[in-house]
Protein backbone atom coordinates (compact mmCIF):
# COMPACT_ATOMS: atom_id res chain seq x y z
CA UNK A 1 0.00 0.00 0.00
CA UNK A 2 1.17 3.51 -0.79
CA UNK A 3 2.18 5.67 2.02
CA UNK A 4 0.72 8.45 0.51
CA UNK A 5 -2.93 7.33 0.92
CA UNK A 6 -2.21 5.96 3.75
CA UNK A 7 -3.13 7.56 7.20
CA UNK A 8 -1.04 5.49 9.09
CA UNK A 9 1.97 3.85 8.01
CA UNK A 10 4.37 1.84 9.90
CA UNK A 11 7.98 0.84 8.93
CA UNK A 12 10.52 -1.25 10.84
CA UNK A 13 8.92 -0.53 13.99
CA UNK A 14 11.02 -1.97 17.25
CA UNK A 15 10.21 -1.20 20.06
CA UNK A 16 12.25 -2.27 23.76
CA UNK A 17 11.27 -2.39 27.25
CA UNK A 18 13.75 -1.94 29.68
CA UNK A 19 12.97 -4.16 33.07
CA UNK A 20 15.56 -3.57 35.35
CA UNK A 21 19.06 -4.49 34.01
CA UNK A 22 16.95 -6.90 31.15
CA UNK A 23 16.11 -5.50 27.72
CA UNK A 24 13.03 -7.23 26.12
CA UNK A 25 11.99 -6.89 22.55
CA UNK A 26 8.40 -6.76 22.58
CA UNK A 27 8.31 -5.46 18.65
CA UNK A 28 10.39 -6.70 16.14
CA UNK A 29 9.88 -4.85 13.17
CA UNK A 30 6.59 -4.23 12.28
CA UNK A 31 5.67 -2.93 8.70
CA UNK A 32 1.92 -1.53 8.82
CA UNK A 33 -0.17 0.33 6.25
CA UNK A 34 -3.78 1.54 7.74
CA UNK A 35 -5.40 3.73 4.90
CA UNK A 36 -7.80 6.47 5.50
CA UNK A 37 -11.41 4.97 6.12
CA UNK A 38 -10.02 1.69 7.15
CA UNK A 39 -11.44 -0.23 10.28
CA UNK A 40 -8.85 -2.98 11.10
CA UNK A 41 -8.97 -5.61 13.63
CA UNK A 42 -5.73 -6.24 15.29
CA UNK A 43 -5.61 -9.74 17.35
CA UNK A 44 -3.35 -12.11 18.41
CA UNK A 45 -2.55 -14.05 21.89
CA UNK A 46 -2.09 -12.39 25.47
CA UNK A 47 1.24 -10.80 25.52
CA UNK A 48 2.30 -10.65 22.00
CA UNK A 49 2.50 -6.72 22.14
CA UNK A 50 -1.12 -5.95 20.94
CA UNK A 51 -1.49 -3.05 23.00
CA UNK A 52 2.37 -1.84 22.92
CA UNK A 53 1.31 -0.79 18.99
CA UNK A 54 -1.31 0.85 19.56
CA UNK A 55 0.11 2.76 22.23
CA UNK A 56 2.85 3.49 19.43
CA UNK A 57 0.74 4.80 16.53
CA UNK A 58 -1.83 6.46 19.44
CA UNK A 59 1.39 8.47 20.38
CA UNK A 60 1.30 7.87 23.86
CA UNK A 61 4.74 5.95 23.64
CA UNK A 62 7.95 6.16 21.05
CA UNK A 63 9.45 3.51 19.47
CA UNK A 64 13.02 2.40 20.32
CA UNK A 65 13.73 2.39 16.56
CA UNK A 66 11.40 2.67 13.18
CA UNK A 67 9.56 5.11 11.41
CA UNK A 68 5.44 5.97 12.46
CA UNK A 69 3.83 8.65 9.85
CA UNK A 70 0.60 9.74 10.45
CA UNK A 71 -0.78 12.14 7.67
CA UNK A 72 2.41 12.33 5.92
CA UNK A 73 4.01 13.80 9.40
CA UNK A 74 6.78 11.35 11.35
CA UNK A 75 5.51 10.98 14.88
CA UNK A 76 7.81 8.66 16.05
CA UNK A 77 10.63 11.69 16.96
CA UNK A 78 8.61 14.38 17.70
CA UNK A 79 9.10 15.58 21.15
CA UNK A 80 7.06 14.41 24.71
CA UNK A 81 5.08 17.63 24.81
CA UNK A 82 4.45 18.03 20.53
CA UNK A 83 3.49 14.76 20.79
CA UNK A 84 0.78 15.70 23.54
CA UNK A 85 -0.33 18.41 21.33
CA UNK A 86 -0.51 15.95 18.10
CA UNK A 87 -2.43 13.29 20.13
CA UNK A 88 -5.01 15.89 21.39
CA UNK A 89 -5.59 16.99 17.73
CA UNK A 90 -5.45 13.82 16.00
CA UNK A 91 -6.68 10.64 18.07
CA UNK A 92 -9.05 9.63 20.24
CA UNK A 93 -9.03 6.90 22.75
CA UNK A 94 -11.27 4.17 23.92
CA UNK A 95 -10.30 1.36 26.46
CA UNK A 96 -11.62 -1.67 27.65
CA UNK A 97 -11.71 0.20 30.92
CA UNK A 98 -13.59 3.23 30.16
CA UNK A 99 -11.34 5.42 32.29
CA UNK A 100 -13.74 7.81 32.81
CA UNK A 101 -13.02 10.07 35.95
CA UNK A 102 -15.29 9.03 38.51
CA UNK A 103 -16.04 12.28 39.85
CA UNK A 104 -17.63 13.81 36.52
CA UNK A 105 -20.67 13.91 35.15
CA UNK A 106 -20.99 12.12 31.49
CA UNK A 107 -21.43 15.76 30.43
CA UNK A 108 -17.84 17.02 32.35
CA UNK A 109 -16.08 13.80 30.98
CA UNK A 110 -17.07 14.47 27.52
CA UNK A 111 -15.99 18.20 27.60
CA UNK A 112 -12.19 17.23 29.27
CA UNK A 113 -10.41 17.38 25.86
CA UNK A 114 -12.32 20.80 25.15
CA UNK A 115 -11.02 21.89 28.05
CA UNK A 116 -7.86 22.18 26.26
CA UNK A 117 -9.30 24.52 23.02
CA UNK A 118 -10.04 27.63 22.54
CA UNK A 119 -13.65 26.95 22.87
CA UNK A 120 -16.02 28.92 24.90
CA UNK A 121 -18.29 27.10 28.05
CA UNK A 122 -21.27 27.71 26.12
CA UNK A 123 -19.51 26.07 22.87
CA UNK A 124 -18.07 23.21 24.56
CA UNK A 125 -21.11 22.11 26.17
CA UNK A 126 -22.92 22.33 23.05
CA UNK A 127 -20.02 20.15 21.10
CA UNK A 128 -20.27 17.58 24.31
CA UNK A 129 -23.65 17.51 23.84
CA UNK A 130 -23.75 16.72 20.02
CA UNK A 131 -21.25 13.90 20.89
CA UNK A 132 -23.24 12.69 23.53
CA UNK A 133 -26.24 12.46 21.21
CA UNK A 134 -24.19 10.55 18.53
CA UNK A 135 -24.00 8.05 20.88
CA UNK A 136 -27.51 7.84 22.47
CA UNK A 137 -26.60 9.13 26.09
CA UNK A 138 -28.32 12.96 25.59
CA UNK A 139 -30.91 11.87 28.56
CA UNK A 140 -28.10 10.84 30.73
CA UNK A 141 -25.34 14.00 30.69
CA UNK A 142 -25.84 14.90 34.05
CA UNK A 143 -25.35 11.26 35.45
CA UNK A 144 -21.95 10.14 36.95
CA UNK A 145 -19.67 7.01 35.92
CA UNK A 146 -21.17 4.71 38.73
CA UNK A 147 -24.68 5.84 38.07
CA UNK A 148 -24.61 3.89 34.38
CA UNK A 149 -24.06 0.70 33.18
CA UNK A 150 -20.72 -0.47 30.97
CA UNK A 151 -22.42 -0.30 27.88
CA UNK A 152 -23.58 3.18 28.48
CA UNK A 153 -20.08 4.20 30.22
CA UNK A 154 -18.08 3.02 27.12
CA UNK A 155 -20.25 5.04 24.95
CA UNK A 156 -19.40 8.25 27.11
CA UNK A 157 -15.88 7.15 26.30
CA UNK A 158 -16.51 7.24 22.63
CA UNK A 159 -18.27 10.27 22.64
CA UNK A 160 -14.70 11.75 24.59
CA UNK A 161 -12.95 9.99 21.74
CA UNK A 162 -15.00 11.85 19.04
CA UNK A 163 -15.83 15.27 20.90
CA UNK A 164 -12.87 16.85 19.18
CA UNK A 165 -13.31 15.13 15.38
CA UNK A 166 -10.06 13.05 15.50
CA UNK A 167 -8.92 11.07 12.24
CA UNK A 168 -8.57 8.07 14.02
CA UNK A 169 -10.09 6.44 16.95
CA UNK A 170 -7.61 3.57 19.04
CA UNK A 171 -9.62 1.36 20.49
CA UNK A 172 -7.83 -1.23 23.02
CA UNK A 173 -10.48 -4.38 23.48
CA UNK A 174 -13.45 -1.75 23.50
CA UNK A 175 -16.06 -4.43 24.16
CA UNK A 176 -13.96 -6.70 26.43
CA UNK A 177 -15.63 -6.15 29.63
CA UNK A 178 -18.78 -6.04 28.05
CA UNK A 179 -21.99 -8.78 27.94
CA UNK A 180 -22.46 -9.79 24.23
CA UNK A 181 -25.70 -7.44 23.44
CA UNK A 182 -23.84 -4.27 25.13
CA UNK A 183 -21.13 -5.39 22.90
CA UNK A 184 -22.80 -5.38 19.70
CA UNK A 185 -24.04 -2.03 20.16
CA UNK A 186 -20.85 -0.66 20.79
CA UNK A 187 -19.69 -2.25 17.86
CA UNK A 188 -22.42 -1.15 15.71
CA UNK A 189 -21.49 2.30 16.63
CA UNK A 190 -17.80 2.00 15.80
CA UNK A 191 -19.07 1.14 12.56
CA UNK A 192 -21.31 3.62 12.13
CA UNK A 193 -18.36 6.37 13.16
CA UNK A 194 -16.41 4.69 10.29
CA UNK A 195 -18.78 4.54 7.81
CA UNK A 196 -21.19 7.76 8.19
CA UNK A 197 -18.34 10.01 9.79
CA UNK A 198 -15.32 8.93 7.97
CA UNK A 199 -13.30 7.86 11.11
CA UNK A 200 -10.54 5.23 10.38
CA UNK A 201 -10.31 2.84 13.27
CA UNK A 202 -7.45 0.26 14.58
CA UNK A 203 -9.36 -1.99 17.39
CA UNK A 204 -7.77 -4.90 19.21
CA UNK A 205 -10.15 -7.60 19.92
CA UNK A 206 -10.16 -10.80 21.25
CA UNK A 207 -13.54 -11.67 20.20
CA UNK A 208 -14.06 -13.38 16.60
CA UNK A 209 -17.61 -12.11 16.63
CA UNK A 210 -15.94 -8.48 17.40
CA UNK A 211 -13.39 -8.57 14.56
CA UNK A 212 -16.42 -9.80 12.13
CA UNK A 213 -17.15 -5.93 12.23
CA UNK A 214 -14.39 -4.81 10.82
CA UNK A 215 -13.28 -4.31 7.17
CA UNK A 216 -9.84 -6.34 8.16
CA UNK A 217 -7.75 -7.87 10.38
CA UNK A 218 -4.22 -8.22 11.40
CA UNK A 219 -2.63 -10.75 13.64
CA UNK A 220 0.20 -10.40 15.69
CA UNK A 221 2.11 -12.94 17.27
CA UNK A 222 5.03 -12.28 19.54
CA UNK A 223 5.60 -9.15 18.07
CA UNK A 224 5.19 -10.19 14.83
CA UNK A 225 2.75 -9.45 12.27
CA UNK A 226 2.00 -12.94 10.67
CA UNK A 227 -0.73 -12.58 8.42
CA UNK A 228 -3.32 -10.02 7.16
CA UNK A 229 -6.72 -11.34 5.88
CA UNK A 230 -9.50 -8.78 4.54
CA UNK B 1 -11.24 29.80 35.54
CA UNK B 2 -12.44 27.03 33.38
CA UNK B 3 -9.98 23.74 34.75
CA UNK B 4 -11.95 25.31 38.75
CA UNK B 5 -14.69 22.70 38.67
CA UNK B 6 -11.96 19.73 37.75
CA UNK B 7 -9.95 20.37 40.62
CA UNK B 8 -12.64 21.17 43.18
CA UNK B 9 -14.03 17.75 41.41
CA UNK B 10 -11.13 16.24 42.39
CA UNK B 11 -10.79 17.26 45.64
CA UNK B 12 -13.92 16.10 46.62
CA UNK B 13 -13.46 13.10 44.39
CA UNK B 14 -14.00 10.91 48.31
CA UNK B 15 -15.98 13.26 50.37
CA UNK B 16 -15.44 11.75 53.70
CA UNK B 17 -11.75 12.14 53.61
CA UNK B 18 -11.43 15.72 52.32
CA UNK B 19 -14.48 17.02 54.81
CA UNK B 20 -12.67 15.00 57.74
CA UNK B 21 -9.19 16.82 56.17
CA UNK B 22 -10.58 20.00 55.89
CA UNK B 23 -12.43 19.83 59.25
CA UNK B 24 -8.61 19.99 60.75
CA UNK B 25 -7.30 22.51 58.62
CA UNK B 26 -10.44 24.47 59.64
CA UNK B 27 -9.58 24.16 63.56
CA UNK B 28 -6.24 24.16 63.00
CA UNK B 29 -6.44 27.89 61.23
CA UNK B 30 -9.23 28.66 63.56
CA UNK B 31 -6.61 27.96 66.51
CA UNK B 32 -4.31 29.94 64.90
CA UNK B 33 -6.37 33.61 64.57
CA UNK B 34 -7.18 33.19 68.14
CA UNK B 35 -4.23 32.81 69.53
CA UNK B 36 -2.71 35.41 67.17
CA UNK B 37 -5.44 37.83 68.35
CA UNK B 38 -4.36 36.91 71.98
CA UNK B 39 -0.89 37.35 71.32
CA UNK B 40 -1.68 40.81 69.95
CA UNK B 41 -3.40 42.12 72.42
CA UNK B 42 -0.66 41.42 74.43
CA UNK B 43 2.16 42.60 72.66
CA UNK B 44 0.01 45.33 70.98
CA UNK B 45 0.61 47.97 73.73
CA UNK B 46 4.36 47.32 73.12
CA UNK B 47 3.77 48.14 69.50
CA UNK B 48 1.58 51.08 69.87
CA UNK B 49 3.69 52.91 72.09
CA UNK B 50 6.20 55.68 71.47
CA UNK B 51 9.55 55.21 71.14
CA UNK B 52 10.22 59.07 72.28
CA UNK B 53 8.31 58.62 75.30
CA UNK B 54 9.95 57.40 78.77
CA UNK B 55 7.96 56.32 81.63
CA UNK B 56 10.00 57.05 85.13
CA UNK B 57 8.52 55.18 88.17
CA UNK B 58 9.64 54.30 91.61
CA UNK B 59 12.88 52.27 91.04
CA UNK B 60 11.44 48.94 93.48
CA UNK B 61 7.75 48.87 92.74
CA UNK B 62 5.41 50.22 89.83
CA UNK B 63 3.02 50.51 93.03
CA UNK B 64 5.13 53.11 94.56
CA UNK B 65 4.22 56.52 94.52
CA UNK B 66 6.70 59.43 93.84
CA UNK B 67 6.06 63.16 94.57
CA UNK B 68 4.52 65.57 92.30
CA UNK B 69 7.19 67.71 92.70
CA UNK B 70 9.54 65.89 90.80
CA UNK B 71 7.94 66.91 87.42
CA UNK B 72 9.38 70.07 87.74
CA UNK B 73 12.97 68.79 88.22
CA UNK B 74 12.17 66.35 85.04
CA UNK B 75 11.24 69.18 82.89
CA UNK B 76 14.95 70.44 83.46
CA UNK B 77 16.68 67.52 81.93
CA UNK B 78 18.52 68.19 78.27
CA UNK B 79 16.19 66.70 75.92
CA UNK B 80 12.83 66.32 77.92
CA UNK B 81 10.23 68.52 76.05
CA UNK B 82 7.25 67.77 78.25
CA UNK B 83 6.29 65.86 81.60
CA UNK B 84 2.90 64.76 82.10
CA UNK B 85 1.35 61.98 85.26
CA UNK B 86 -0.96 59.36 86.07
CA UNK B 87 -2.20 57.26 88.95
CA UNK B 88 -3.56 54.30 88.95
CA UNK B 89 -6.56 54.34 90.89
CA UNK B 90 -7.84 50.73 90.08
CA UNK B 91 -12.05 50.66 91.69
CA UNK B 92 -14.75 48.43 91.36
CA UNK B 93 -18.09 49.46 88.95
CA UNK B 94 -21.26 47.38 89.59
CA UNK B 95 -19.58 45.19 91.89
CA UNK B 96 -16.65 43.67 89.78
CA UNK B 97 -13.15 44.74 89.62
CA UNK B 98 -13.11 47.85 86.76
CA UNK B 99 -12.34 46.31 83.50
CA UNK B 100 -10.86 49.32 82.41
CA UNK B 101 -8.50 51.53 83.62
CA UNK B 102 -8.77 54.69 85.41
CA UNK B 103 -5.99 57.60 85.77
CA UNK B 104 -6.14 60.85 87.61
CA UNK B 105 -4.44 63.28 84.96
CA UNK B 106 -3.74 67.07 84.24
CA UNK B 107 -6.34 67.07 80.82
CA UNK B 108 -3.60 69.55 79.36
CA UNK B 109 -0.61 68.37 80.06
CA UNK B 110 -1.81 64.51 79.82
CA UNK B 111 -3.16 65.40 76.11
CA UNK B 112 -0.34 67.30 74.81
CA UNK B 113 2.15 64.30 75.51
CA UNK B 114 -0.03 61.50 74.28
CA UNK B 115 -1.36 63.09 71.07
CA UNK B 116 -2.91 59.85 69.90
CA UNK B 117 -5.67 60.43 72.63
CA UNK B 118 -8.03 63.07 70.80
CA UNK B 119 -10.51 65.31 72.11
CA UNK B 120 -13.35 67.70 70.61
CA UNK B 121 -12.50 71.29 72.27
CA UNK B 122 -15.88 70.97 73.23
CA UNK B 123 -15.40 68.29 75.37
CA UNK B 124 -12.09 68.93 76.73
CA UNK B 125 -13.82 72.60 77.66
CA UNK B 126 -16.18 70.79 79.35
CA UNK B 127 -13.75 69.00 81.14
CA UNK B 128 -11.43 71.70 82.12
CA UNK B 129 -15.02 72.88 83.50
CA UNK B 130 -16.13 70.34 85.39
CA UNK B 131 -13.90 69.27 88.36
CA UNK B 132 -15.79 65.73 89.01
CA UNK B 133 -15.96 65.51 85.00
CA UNK B 134 -14.24 62.54 83.73
CA UNK B 135 -13.37 61.45 79.62
CA UNK B 136 -13.89 57.85 78.44
CA UNK B 137 -12.75 56.12 75.77
CA UNK B 138 -15.18 55.79 72.60
CA UNK B 139 -14.81 51.72 72.79
CA UNK B 140 -15.67 52.02 76.90
CA UNK B 141 -18.13 54.74 76.35
CA UNK B 142 -20.13 52.11 73.62
CA UNK B 143 -19.70 48.92 75.56
CA UNK B 144 -21.01 50.77 79.11
CA UNK B 145 -24.07 52.33 77.01
CA UNK B 146 -22.64 55.56 78.89
CA UNK B 147 -23.52 59.20 77.66
CA UNK B 148 -22.64 62.32 77.95
CA UNK B 149 -24.14 64.00 81.11
CA UNK B 150 -24.45 59.90 82.77
CA UNK B 151 -23.26 60.07 86.57
CA UNK B 152 -20.55 56.89 86.84
CA UNK B 153 -20.39 55.86 90.80
CA UNK B 154 -16.79 53.95 91.11
CA UNK B 155 -15.65 52.16 94.76
CA UNK B 156 -12.59 52.80 95.05
CA UNK B 157 -10.55 50.43 96.73
CA UNK B 158 -7.08 51.75 97.21
CA UNK B 159 -8.10 55.31 97.62
CA UNK B 160 -11.08 55.92 100.09
CA UNK B 161 -12.24 60.12 99.85
CA UNK B 162 -11.29 61.80 103.14
CA UNK B 163 -15.16 61.41 104.75
CA UNK B 164 -14.34 57.89 104.62
CA UNK B 165 -16.89 56.93 101.40
CA UNK B 166 -15.00 54.92 98.83
CA UNK B 167 -17.68 56.22 96.37
CA UNK B 168 -16.34 58.30 93.89
CA UNK B 169 -18.91 59.34 91.25
CA UNK B 170 -17.80 60.93 87.68
CA UNK B 171 -19.86 63.19 85.47
CA UNK B 172 -19.10 61.94 81.76
CA UNK B 173 -18.31 64.98 79.54
CA UNK B 174 -17.19 63.33 76.92
CA UNK B 175 -15.07 60.63 74.78
CA UNK B 176 -11.82 60.08 73.51
CA UNK B 177 -10.89 58.24 70.59
CA UNK B 178 -7.13 56.72 70.29
CA UNK B 179 -5.93 56.58 66.87
CA UNK B 180 -3.22 54.10 68.21
CA UNK B 181 -4.26 51.76 70.04
CA UNK B 182 -7.71 49.99 68.91
CA UNK B 183 -7.21 46.98 71.44
CA UNK B 184 -6.33 48.83 74.99
CA UNK B 185 -6.59 52.53 74.85
CA UNK B 186 -9.78 53.05 73.71
CA UNK B 187 -11.40 51.49 77.42
CA UNK B 188 -9.73 54.23 79.70
CA UNK B 189 -11.44 56.76 82.17
CA UNK B 190 -9.59 59.99 82.66
CA UNK B 191 -10.45 62.29 85.45
CA UNK B 192 -9.16 64.78 86.88
CA UNK B 193 -6.01 65.12 89.20
CA UNK B 194 -7.09 68.07 91.08
CA UNK B 195 -10.44 66.36 92.07
CA UNK B 196 -8.38 63.14 93.16
CA UNK B 197 -5.55 65.37 95.21
CA UNK B 198 -8.01 66.98 96.79
CA UNK B 199 -10.63 64.23 97.92
CA UNK B 200 -8.16 61.02 98.24
CA UNK B 201 -7.93 60.77 102.11
CA UNK B 202 -3.90 60.17 102.20
CA UNK B 203 -1.02 60.49 99.76
CA UNK B 204 -1.04 64.23 98.67
CA UNK B 205 1.12 65.22 96.73
CA UNK B 206 2.23 62.12 95.14
CA UNK B 207 1.40 60.15 91.96
CA UNK B 208 1.97 56.91 89.91
CA UNK B 209 4.05 57.40 87.33
CA UNK B 210 5.53 60.37 84.51
CA UNK B 211 5.18 60.30 81.06
CA UNK B 212 8.13 62.08 79.20
CA UNK B 213 8.48 63.38 76.22
CA UNK B 214 11.73 63.50 74.71
CA UNK B 215 13.26 65.25 71.70
CA UNK B 216 14.95 62.37 69.77
CA UNK B 217 14.23 59.09 69.97
CA UNK B 218 17.92 58.09 69.50
CA UNK B 219 18.60 60.20 72.86
CA UNK B 220 16.33 57.94 75.08
CA UNK B 221 19.04 56.25 77.20
CA UNK B 222 21.21 58.98 78.04
CA UNK B 223 17.94 60.91 78.80
CA UNK B 224 16.40 58.10 81.10
CA UNK B 225 19.86 57.99 82.80
CA UNK B 226 19.79 61.60 83.63
CA UNK B 227 16.27 61.84 85.27
CA UNK B 228 17.18 59.00 86.98
CA UNK B 229 20.26 60.09 88.31
CA UNK B 230 18.63 62.97 89.45
CA UNK B 231 16.57 61.37 92.28
CA UNK B 232 19.47 58.75 93.15
CA UNK B 233 20.38 58.32 96.88
CA UNK B 234 16.84 60.33 97.43
CA UNK B 235 13.95 58.21 99.50
CA UNK B 236 12.41 58.17 96.28
CA UNK B 237 14.43 56.18 93.31
CA UNK B 238 13.34 56.29 89.78
CA UNK B 239 13.15 54.14 86.86
CA UNK B 240 12.74 55.52 83.42
CA UNK B 241 12.62 53.13 80.34
CA UNK B 242 10.99 53.82 77.20
CA UNK B 243 7.21 53.01 76.92
CA UNK B 244 8.01 49.92 74.61
CA UNK B 245 10.37 48.62 76.86
CA UNK B 246 7.72 48.89 79.62
CA UNK B 247 4.71 47.68 77.75
CA UNK B 248 7.14 44.61 77.10
CA UNK B 249 8.13 44.17 80.58
CA UNK B 250 4.56 44.56 81.35
CA UNK B 251 3.15 41.73 78.75
CA UNK B 252 6.16 39.42 79.93
CA UNK B 253 4.67 39.14 83.49
CA UNK B 254 2.47 36.98 82.28
CA UNK B 255 4.79 34.96 80.62
CA UNK B 256 6.06 35.05 77.64
CA UNK B 257 3.03 34.70 75.38
CA UNK B 258 4.26 35.08 72.08
CA UNK B 259 6.30 32.11 72.88
CA UNK B 260 4.22 29.81 73.68
CA UNK B 261 2.08 30.52 71.04
CA UNK B 262 4.39 29.99 68.83
CA UNK B 263 5.08 26.83 70.05
CA UNK B 264 1.41 25.63 69.92
CA UNK B 265 1.20 27.01 66.53
CA UNK B 266 3.98 25.19 65.30
CA UNK B 267 3.09 22.18 66.96
CA UNK B 268 -0.29 21.81 65.06
CA UNK B 269 1.38 23.59 61.95
CA UNK B 270 3.49 20.52 61.84
CA UNK B 271 0.20 18.10 62.45
CA UNK B 272 -1.74 19.52 59.50
CA UNK B 273 1.25 19.35 57.44
CA UNK B 274 1.62 15.46 58.02
CA UNK B 275 -2.28 14.76 58.10
CA UNK B 276 -2.75 17.18 54.91
CA UNK B 277 0.57 15.26 53.19
CA UNK B 278 -0.79 12.05 54.08
CA UNK B 279 -4.25 12.83 52.14
CA UNK B 280 -2.65 14.38 49.52
CA UNK B 281 -0.07 11.54 48.82
CA UNK B 282 -2.85 8.48 49.36
CA UNK B 283 -5.35 10.73 47.00
CA UNK B 284 -2.67 10.48 44.12
CA UNK B 285 -2.05 7.34 44.53
CA UNK B 286 -5.65 6.25 43.89
CA UNK B 287 -5.56 8.59 41.47
CA UNK B 288 -2.61 7.49 38.75
CA UNK B 289 -4.95 5.85 36.22
CA UNK B 290 -7.13 9.13 35.62
CA UNK B 291 -4.10 11.13 35.33
CA UNK B 292 -3.08 8.84 32.85
CA UNK B 293 -5.96 9.39 31.44
CA UNK B 294 -5.36 13.49 31.28
CA UNK B 295 -2.32 13.37 29.74
CA UNK B 296 -3.84 10.23 27.04
CA UNK B 297 -6.07 13.50 26.07
CA UNK B 298 -3.97 15.85 25.41
CA UNK B 299 -2.80 17.76 29.21
CA UNK B 300 0.55 18.66 28.94
CA UNK B 301 2.95 17.44 32.30
CA UNK B 302 2.49 20.84 32.87
CA UNK B 303 -0.80 21.14 33.20
CA UNK B 304 -1.44 17.95 35.40
CA UNK B 305 1.30 19.67 37.59
CA UNK B 306 -0.41 22.54 38.14
CA UNK B 307 -3.83 20.61 38.47
CA UNK B 308 -2.32 18.68 41.53
CA UNK B 309 -0.93 21.61 42.99
CA UNK B 310 -3.93 23.87 43.17
CA UNK B 311 -6.15 21.31 44.28
CA UNK B 312 -3.50 20.99 47.38
CA UNK B 313 -3.49 25.03 47.07
CA UNK B 314 -7.54 24.91 47.50
CA UNK B 315 -7.82 22.60 50.00
CA UNK B 316 -5.39 24.84 52.11
CA UNK B 317 -6.89 27.74 51.07
CA UNK B 318 -10.56 26.91 51.80
CA UNK B 319 -9.50 25.88 55.05
CA UNK B 320 -7.87 29.04 55.99
CA UNK B 321 -10.61 31.19 54.98
CA UNK B 322 -12.80 28.67 57.24
CA UNK B 323 -10.89 28.50 59.91
CA UNK B 324 -9.99 32.44 60.14
CA UNK B 325 -14.07 33.32 59.43
CA UNK B 326 -14.53 31.50 62.61
CA UNK B 327 -11.80 32.82 64.86
CA UNK B 328 -13.19 36.20 63.79
CA UNK B 329 -16.97 35.25 64.52
CA UNK B 330 -15.77 33.56 67.93
CA UNK B 331 -13.88 36.72 68.94
CA UNK B 332 -17.11 39.10 68.02
CA UNK B 333 -19.23 37.08 69.76
CA UNK B 334 -17.46 36.53 73.30
CA UNK B 335 -16.03 40.21 72.43
CA UNK B 336 -17.51 41.64 75.68
CA UNK B 337 -15.82 39.47 77.90
CA UNK B 338 -12.32 39.53 75.94
CA UNK B 339 -11.83 43.27 76.04
CA UNK B 340 -11.22 43.56 79.36
CA UNK B 341 -7.92 41.44 78.13
CA UNK B 342 -7.44 44.18 75.11
CA UNK B 343 -8.71 41.14 72.73
CA UNK B 344 -11.21 42.84 70.25
CA UNK B 345 -10.97 41.16 66.95
CA UNK B 346 -8.87 38.94 64.63
CA UNK B 347 -6.66 41.68 62.98
CA UNK B 348 -5.95 42.20 58.92
CA UNK B 349 -2.21 41.09 60.05
CA UNK B 350 -3.41 37.73 61.70
CA UNK B 351 -5.72 36.95 58.24
CA UNK B 352 -3.16 38.14 55.99
CA UNK B 353 -0.56 35.71 58.48
CA UNK B 354 -3.45 33.24 58.02
CA UNK B 355 -3.21 33.52 54.59
CA UNK B 356 0.20 33.25 54.12
CA UNK B 357 0.59 30.13 56.05
CA UNK B 358 -2.40 28.43 53.84
CA UNK B 359 -0.69 28.73 50.82
CA UNK B 360 3.00 27.51 52.60
CA UNK B 361 0.53 24.52 53.77
CA UNK B 362 -0.48 23.79 50.25
CA UNK B 363 2.79 24.23 48.26
CA UNK B 364 4.66 22.03 50.57
CA UNK B 365 1.75 19.29 50.54
CA UNK B 366 0.93 19.88 46.87
CA UNK B 367 4.83 19.93 45.93
CA UNK B 368 5.45 16.01 46.09
CA UNK B 369 2.59 14.45 44.30
CA UNK B 370 2.27 17.39 42.05
CA UNK B 371 5.57 16.58 40.75
CA UNK B 372 4.52 12.74 40.70
CA UNK B 373 1.94 13.47 38.64
CA UNK B 374 4.04 15.30 36.17
CA UNK B 375 6.28 12.67 36.20
CA UNK B 376 3.41 9.95 35.45
CA UNK B 377 4.19 7.92 31.95
CA UNK B 378 1.21 7.17 30.45
CA UNK B 379 1.62 3.65 29.52
CA UNK B 380 2.55 3.04 33.20
CA UNK B 381 -0.61 4.74 34.87
CA UNK B 382 -2.77 3.30 32.40
CA UNK B 383 -1.79 0.31 33.64
CA UNK B 384 -2.15 1.26 37.26
N1 LIG C 1 5.92 -0.81 30.46
C1 LIG C 1 6.38 -2.06 30.26
N2 LIG C 1 7.55 -2.45 30.80
C2 LIG C 1 8.03 -3.68 30.59
N3 LIG C 1 7.40 -4.60 29.88
C3 LIG C 1 6.22 -4.30 29.31
C4 LIG C 1 5.65 -3.01 29.48
N4 LIG C 1 4.47 -3.00 28.81
C5 LIG C 1 4.33 -4.22 28.26
N5 LIG C 1 5.36 -5.01 28.56
C6 LIG C 1 5.55 -6.39 28.09
O1 LIG C 1 5.45 -6.41 26.70
C7 LIG C 1 4.75 -7.53 26.24
C8 LIG C 1 3.57 -7.12 25.39
O2 LIG C 1 2.61 -6.46 26.17
P1 LIG C 1 1.30 -5.88 25.58
O3 LIG C 1 1.61 -4.97 24.47
O4 LIG C 1 0.53 -5.27 26.70
O5 LIG C 1 0.58 -7.18 25.05
P2 LIG C 1 -0.94 -7.43 24.66
O6 LIG C 1 -1.65 -6.13 24.67
O7 LIG C 1 -0.86 -8.06 23.32
O8 LIG C 1 -1.48 -8.38 25.66
C9 LIG C 1 4.34 -8.31 27.49
O9 LIG C 1 5.25 -9.36 27.68
C10 LIG C 1 4.46 -7.29 28.57
O10 LIG C 1 4.79 -7.94 29.78
MG1 LIG D 1 -3.29 -5.46 25.76
Known sequence: MDALVSLVSIRNLVKTYQRGPEKIEVLHGIDLDIPRGDFVCLMGPSGSGKTTLLNLIGGLDSPTSGQIDFDGKRIDQMSSSKLTQWR?????FIFQSYNLLPMLSA??????????????????????????QLVGLKDRIKHKPSELSGGQQQRVAIARAIVSDPQLLVCDEPTGDLDRKSADEILSLLTQLNQEHGKSIIMVTHDPKAAEYAKRIVRLDKGTLVAASA | MKYFSLIWASLFRRKTRTI????????????????????????????SADADRLITNSRYSIIDMLPVAYQRQIE????????????????????????????????????????ELQVSPQTLAAWKADRTGAVVGEALA???????????????DIWPQKDGSLTWTFDIVGTFHNTKDKANGDSALLFRYDYFDEARQYGQGTIGWFLVKIDDRRHAGSVGKAIDALFANSDHETKTQTEQVFAQ??????????LIVSAILGAVFFAILVLTGNTMSQALRERIPELGILKTLGFSNRAVWWLVLLESLLLAILGAVLGLLLAVFAIGAMKSMLTGFGITEVGWRVVAEGLFFACLLGLLVGFAPALQAMRLKIVDALKA
Open chain 1, 88 to 92: ANHIG
Open chain 2, 20 to 47: LTLLSIIVAFMLFGLLQAVNQAFNGGAD
Open chain 2, 76 to 115: SVPGVKAVAFASWFGGSYQDKPAQFAVFPVVPDEYLKIAP
Open chain 1, 107 to 132: LKNVELPLLLTKLTAAQRRHNAEIAL
Open chain 2, 142 to 156: KRMHWKVGDKVPLQA
Open chain 2, 249 to 258: GFAKQFGDIA
